[in-house]
Structures are given as C-alpha cells and as structure tokens.
C-alpha cells in the first residue's frame, strides 16, 4: 500500500516525515486541510508497532481534526502530529527541541498543542525552535492544558444526549468511562459532582485509584468495560472503542465520550443506529480542547492576552451544534455520524471555495 492508497488518505494537502539521528526523533506531521486557516491538531506520542501504523494514525487523526474544527467554527484547519516513542522511557527536552523544529519547517501551515503523550512541559522545549506552538503557559496569550475544556465541552454533550435519550439530568445516571487520563479524569470527576455513578477502567492502575478515590467509582478491569450494563458508555482512551465486535456486549442507551476516532469504521457508525444508541460524533463532541487552543493562536496572532470569554462562546456554540446534528439525524433518521459527516465536509468545501475565489 502506498500513501496515496491509504483510506485514511482522503485528499490530504501535506504529509510530511522527520527523523532526526541524534535525539532519536522519528515523527509525522499530516496536515489534511487549510480550506478555513492554517491547520491546527496536538502532538501524540505513542510506541506504534510500525510506521505504517503511525502513518494511518497521523492521517485518520487529521482528518478528524478538520472536521473538528469545522464543526467548532474555528478559522482553523485540521492537522496532526504523532512522535513514535514511548512517552514514559523516551521523553527528553532535545526530543520535544526536535521536534519544534519540525513544526517550524513547516511554515506555519500547522500549530501544535498536547494530544495523548504529551503535556505542555514538553511543548514548552519544542517552543525554543517554533513559534507554532500551542497550549502552554506562563504567558499572557497562553491556554495551558486543554484537558479541563475537552472535558467540560464532553460533559454538556454527555449531558445533553441524556436528556434527549432518557429525558432525565445526570443525577443517578450510570457512566461507564473507559480511560480515566487527563480529560476522562477530569469528566470523572464533573460526572460525579453532578451526581452520576460511574464505573470506570484504565491500563494506568495509578490514574484509576486515584479518580476511584476521587468519585467512588467501581473498578473493572480494561477488557471489561464493554460488559457493564450502563446508561452512557464514555470511551476516553484511544480510537476505535466502538466496533461491531464491543458493541455486540455494550448494553447502552448513549455513546458519548472524548476519545477521537471511536467508531472501527462506518459499519460500526450503523450498527449503533441500528441498535437505537444515540451517539455523540467524537469530533463534534471533544472539541473543546482545539477551541481552546484557538483561543491561545488568536491571542498570539494578535498580541493580546488570552480571553476566556471568547472560549465560553465557542463552548456554547458547540453544544448548539451537536444539538443540530441530533435534530437532523432524528428527523432524517440517520445515523449522527453520517449526519455530522456532511456537514463538516460542506463547510470545509464551502471555505475551501471562496479561497480558491480570492
């Protein structure tokens, strides 16, 4: 298979590979479009088994990170970078310095923030050789972590699919959250405050005591979360939770967590439908990380301090629009994918129109 015939290919505008011998760098830099602005998407790291599979990761997730941004109505295109490494063994600060000056080669076609791996102590080192560079702190223009947004804009749509697939609040309601990091930790913990019961799983037996402490949660074990009878299953760990396989013992009303990427393909996308789960497209869903982020490269293309107001806009935008998308898919009745789908790709072709127009 060639790059050109990957499915994840989808008419990317750059791929672009890096490799540097004395840090050890070995990276991926996708950049699917820059119809609506410069492409914008974090920076995974993660100890993929070949580079084909990163490659297919970097572009899916670049993909994805278009639709995003189109779905969030950011100026922003979407884009991706993946480190190959293991981020407990093999972070450095000459790594992440590297690293930044791939970004910067780039030519301000892409802006990076944390994505799975990564944290914006490590960003901060990349910063030294790139000015494209996002969700740091420790300066007027910076956003810090975008895990707490992502989990606050996930919540309002956990919240929101409730109360049209059960016509209830979250009090009482069961959660089952599988991976409990920094964003499925910290929609734990708002879950619980408004007074869900959660059950909870995660490889990191560490991350897992401590939201257990946190929000008396059950544990279970990874492999098990699939077989808890729940009234929301949350995936908030890596892509494809959701296939024809796990959604055979997922026992649901709600499919409706952070993860990127959590259908296995479009046939996973139906058998939900089918099954009567309504759920909430990841892309639409977690976009309060990227809006964040937004928020920060506004405030740097500007030279103006960051403004939190301008985020809790675009948080409220983003809950009217998967409002939007669940309306059309149930007066339709399609499945919310499908439905969300559409309507990313018109606003990417619609801006990718008038720029060829201009």
């Not at 060639?2 to 890096?18: Q, Y």
């Not at 675009?314 to 009217?320: G, I, T, V």
């Not at 309306?327 to 339709?332: L, M, P, T, V």
Request: hydrophobic share 45%; aromatic share 6%; net charge negative.
């Amino acid at each position: 298979m060639t790059l050109f015939d990957s499915p994840a290919f989808e008419g990317h505008e750059g791929v672009h590979a890096f490799f540097d011998e004395r840090t050890g760098l070995r990276s991926i830099i996708a950049v699917h479009s820059t119809a609506r602005g410069p492409a914008a998407g974090g920076c995974r790291m993660w100890p993929y088994a070949t580079a084909e599979e990163a490659l297919t990761d970097a572009l899916r997730l670049s993909r994805a990170m278009s639709y995003k941004n189109a779905m969030a109505d950011l100026e922003l295109g979407g884009g991706k970078a993946v480190i190959i490494g293991d981020s407990r063994t093999q972070k450095t600060p000459a790594l992440f310095e590297a690293f930044g000056r791939a970004v910067e080669a780039v030519g301000g076609r892409y802006w990076t923030a944390e994505d799975v791996g990564v944290s914006p102590e490590d960003l901060t080192h990349a910063r030294k050789h790139a000015r494209y560079v996002a969700g740091l702190e420790g300066h007027p223009a910076a956003s810090g972590d975008p895990s707490p947004v992502t989990a606050e804009g996930v919540f309002r749509g956990v919240r929101l699919c409730v109360r049209r697939a059960l016509n209830r609040d979250l009090d009482g309601v069961k959660v089952a959250i599988q991976g409990v990091g920094h964003v499925g930790g910290y929609l734990a913990e708002k879950l619980h405050a408004a007074g869900a019961r959660l059950v909870i799983a995660d490889v990191n037996q560490e991350a897992v005591r401590r939201i257990a402490d946190l929000t008396r949660a059950e544990v279970v074990a990874p492999s098990a979360i699939f077989d808890v009878p729940a009234d929301v299953f949350a995936p908030c760990a890596l892509g494809g939770a959701v296939s024809l396989e796990t959604l055979a013992r997922l026992q649901v009303r709600v499919i409706a967590g952070a993860a990127n990427n959590q259908l296995a393909d479009a046939a996973a996308g139906r058998a939900v439908f089918d099954r009567g789960i309504l759920y909430a497209p990841d892309y639409v869903i977690n976009g309060g990380g990227i809006i964040n982020v937004a928020g920060e490269i506004r405030a740097l293309e500007r030279d103006e301090a960051f403004d939190p107001a301008w985020v809790e806009a675009k948080l409220e935008r983003l809950d009217q629009t998967l409002a939007e998308v669940l309306d059309r898919a149930q007066y339709e009745r399609r499945p919310t994918n499908e439905v969300a789908n559409e309507i990313a790709r018109a606003r990417i072709s619609g801006a990718a129109e008038k720029k060829a127009a201009a």
